[in-house]
């Protein structure tokens, strides 16, 4: 079967595209992307070229361009060019050139296919026009497609292993990763390269594919070719195991998707996990990774986790967005709080306070034909003992109240634990004072000293409508 057929079967069977769709083609002007342009030429798609030049290898660069630039005048199809200070791009976003150069592209590939949309009906971008002008529409294509084959896929899939990618490093390149495609994928470099001659195809050679500068250079010149010395079908093996560990990933997908549903609780914006239930899971190890793995833990923090589960309530491990902490029977996920000190002062004159949990209003009562409230979210003041200005602030460690029914003091760290109230429920907590006196735990306890009597003729009522 000659490598046209296997091209087209394998874009069939893998249900890559139509033959009528409209197709972006990355080309450099290497063999590979060369061999890719005449194979979907052969085939008859309708494609646009797309080329980058990064502007780091010099006046090999501006030779490439012209060289694809040149092709796309001798075969009559479009070519967009884009030049990119790519040292630059790199230098201000502290990333390295390679990082920076994909980067670079697949934003203006995102263009090009229209996951930014800038086409205007069904009007083409001439030849010759900018495609970075405001007013020049670009042409619409459904699919990229790039010239990764399978010695790519072998590199990919070795390095990610190096790397410590786990079980979704070895499913390597995928053949399709949303408007993406890979249609080479089936074919080994030996087998373009020799397309390439049969066909009389000219193409160029890029000269840092040569250096071990690039780690994806060091994998191709020396560590595969070594390997390959010692193991001869190492290359063929591996291709091999490519495509059954993309089959065992869905099954291990579909693992892990189970046993999430049968153990995560979605509470507000919290994930509330039982402990029991989880240590009873197998594997543990990989099954808490999976979960915390979504709120940018790592995955050396996944022993940290499993530790929480003996141990006892309040204790938790953070990442950048997120914590998991012990509360009881529970693990719970829950974003980190920003825990800078907010004070707000409210005046007498002032009828309705927002703040981070919600707003308070604040309304003045007599007591003629008035129920007294009993609800958590509504206090309830003798009017004659409160003096404004108020202050509205978030708890903090050594707060103490005379909590309602109570004659002695009680810290609030201690009626938290009372209460049974979870780690992101104490931090949540605001207080009301008045002369550095709390008058109110809000949404929880009035304090004694400020309830309504027998003698109280006006209340101060003061409602909470929480944000959550």
């Not at 250079?217 to 490519?242: H, M, S, T």
């Not at 009881?328 to 309705?352: C, F, H, Q, S, T």
Request: with cysteine; net charge positive.
């Amino acid at each position: 079967m000659d490598l046209l057929k296997e091209f087209q079967q394998y874009i069939n069977q893998q249900n890559l595209f139509h033959p009528k769709d409209k197709l972006l083609l990355a080309v450099s002007g290497g063999v590979d992307s060369i061999v890719l342009w005449e194979l979907c030429k052969q085939a008859g798609y309708d494609f646009t070229i797309a080329h980058c030049n990064f502007q780091l290898r010099g006046e090999e660069s501006e030779r490439d361009e012209k060289f694809v630039t040149g092709l796309g005048k001798k075969y009559a199809v479009e070519v967009l060019v884009k030049k990119f200070d790519t040292q630059k791009y790199a230098a201000e976003n502290k990333l390295s050139i390679q990082v920076a150069a994909r980067e670079l592209r697949y934003k203006w590939f995102n263009e090009l296919t229209g996951n930014k949309q800038r086409a205007i009906g069904n009007k083409q971008l001439a030849k010759g026009n900018n495609p970075e002008s405001p007013d020049c529409p670009l042409p619409i294509a459904n699919f990229l497609l790039t010239a990764h084959h399978a010695n790519d896929n072998i590199e990919t899939l070795l390095m990610n292993f190096f790397k410590g990618t786990g079980i979704y490093g070895l499913h390597g390149i995928l053949p399709k990763h949303g408007n993406i495609i890979r249609p080479l994928l089936f074919a080994k470099k030996e087998e373009l390269v020799a397309f390439a001659a049969e066909n009389k195809l000219a193409f160029v050679e890029d000269s840092s594919n040569v250096s071990d500068k690039y780690t994806r250079n060091y994998f191709r010149n020396e560590l595969i070719p070594g390997l390959q010395k010692v193991f001869p079908q190492a290359a063929d093996n591996l291709i091999n195991n490519i495509e059954r560990f993309r089959e065992i990933e869905i099954l291990y997908r579909q693992s892990v998707d189970l046993n999430k549903k049968k153990l995560l609780e979605q509470k507000g914006n919290e994930i509330h996990i039982p402990v029991l239930k989880l240590l009873k899971t197998k594997p543990l190890h990989t099954l808490v990774y999976e979960i915390i793995k979504d709120f940018a833990f790592t995955a050396n923090q996944a022993g940290e986790v499993i530790a929480l589960l003996k141990s006892e309530t309040g204790k938790y491990v953070q990442s950048e967005t997120h914590r998991v902490f012990k509360n009881r029977n529970w693990l719970i996920i829950a974003p980190n709080e920003n825990k800078e000190a907010e004070n707000i002062v409210v005046e007498g004159k002032d009828k309705e306070i927002e703040f981070r949990q919600g707003k308070i209003n604040i309304e003045l009562l007599t007591t003629t034909n008035q129920k007294q409230q009993t609800t958590n979210q509504i206090a309830q003041l003798d009017a004659k003992t409160i003096k404004f200005p108020l202050l509205l602030r978030k708890w903090k460690k050594g707060d103490y109240f005379y909590p309602l029914g109570m004659q002695k003091k009680k810290k609030l760290s201690r009626f938290f634990i009372d209460q049974k109230l979870s780690l992101t429920q104490k931090e949540k907590t605001w207080v009301i004072e008045m002369d550095k006196i709390i008058i109110w735990v809000v949404g929880l306890r009035i304090d004694d000293r400020f309830k309504i009597t027998g003698n109280t003729k006006n209340i101060l009522q003061i409602t909470l409508f929480p944000s959550e």
